[in-house]
């Protein structure tokens, strides 16, 4: 774990935070400079989230991720280029909020979010991004219980096509991950492993994306998402001020069981409620029905 500090950067940071006059209040910037962000994961959302965090002002990221860059992940992912080809990404993503906001206190976990560090990983955290792999199911489930225990909500902004998704896990407002999506599967069921992950899919989205969904799936189950850079960075603006939301306390943003869904390429934004979901789940099955026909 490593950590820097601003180092006489006083003037620049004055001057980075003068363009938000009028858009965040006094409150909000005094929560995001007193805030420590733990953000899971350092890749297409995670990545993204905590740059544009680190240029909100936040005082202090926390970042986890035992990933590196490879040539997949240029179209997505924040730090990602051919020259930090092999890299950590947390250690990339994190020379880069140093780069840009000398004043936040970055702190590095290269082996990312493991049971081995949970703990230590959400201490003194005031909120958590989960930018953890869709399919490390077991970690991803731990990490919200643990948040949960904490009394830490956990912003989640999955991607979809062109678009993303905000979910807002409250630990006082709404219903846990088990709760919300079900038990983890047995181990070693591999079709109880795909329903689960369709439930999870299903479980943030309103909006039916324009796409190949033959394709789409096929990749899914693979292992390897589709994705475009433009939807990660929505998901990253998402994020960013879903957790100034929460650190403030304004109460913008609903959270769990209801979401928020925007496709880019469709230009619409819903509000997903358990009602509206039912009926996306309904229409993307009939899609995969008449698809196999």
């Known amino acids: 774990m490593r950590e820097a500090t601003a180092n006489g950067w006083e003037d620049y940071v004055a001057g980075m935070g003068d363009r938000h006059a009028g858009l965040l209040s006094d409150a909000e910037r005094k929560s995001l400079r007193g805030a420590v962000v733990a953000v899971a994961g350092a890749g297409g959302v995670g990545g993204q989230t905590a740059l544009a965090l680190a240029r909100l002002g936040c005082g202090a990221i926390r970042l986890a991720d035992c990933g590196r860059f490879d040539a997949s992940n240029a179209n997505r992912q924040a730090g990602a280029d051919c020259s930090t080809l092999g890299r950590n990404k947390a250690a990339v993503v994190g020379e880069a909020i140093r780069a840009i906001n000398p004043a936040c206190r970055v702190e590095t976990m290269e082996e990312g979010v493991t049971d081995a560090n949970l703990a230590s990983f959400l201490d003194s955290a005031s909120v958590v991004i989960d930018g953890i792999d869709l399919y490390a199911l077991r970690i991803k489930r731990d990490l919200y219980d643990q948040a949960r225990a904490r009394g830490l909500a956990v912003v989640s902004t999955p991607i979809l096509g062109f678009g993303a998704a905000l979910a807002v896990f409250d630990p006082v407002r709404g219903p846990s991950f088990g709760k919300h999506f079900g038990p983890l599967p047995p181990d070693g069921d591999e079709k109880a492993r795909r329903r689960y992950l369709q439930r999870i899919a299903m479980g943030f989205f309103g909006i039916l994306p324009d796409l190949d969904w033959g394709l789409f799936a096929a990749r899914v189950y693979e292992g390897k998402c589709p994705s475009v850079g433009t939807s990660c960075m929505l998901a990253g603006a998402l994020g960013a001020l879903a957790a100034v939301d929460c650190l403030a306390g304004t109460r913008r943003?609903?959270?769990?069981?209801?979401?928020?869904?925007?496709?880019?390429?469709?230009?619409?934004?819903?509000?997903?409620?358990?009602?509206?979901?039912?009926?996306?789940?309904?229409?993307?099955?009939?899609?995969?029905?008449?698809?196999?026909?």
């Open 253 to 293: 943003y609903p959270v769990i069981p209801d979401t928020v869904h925007v496709d880019l390429r469709r230009l619409r934004a819903v509000r997903v409620g358990p009602l509206r979901r039912t009926f996306f789940k309904l229409r993307l099955l009939a899609r995969l029905l008449v698809m196999r026909q």
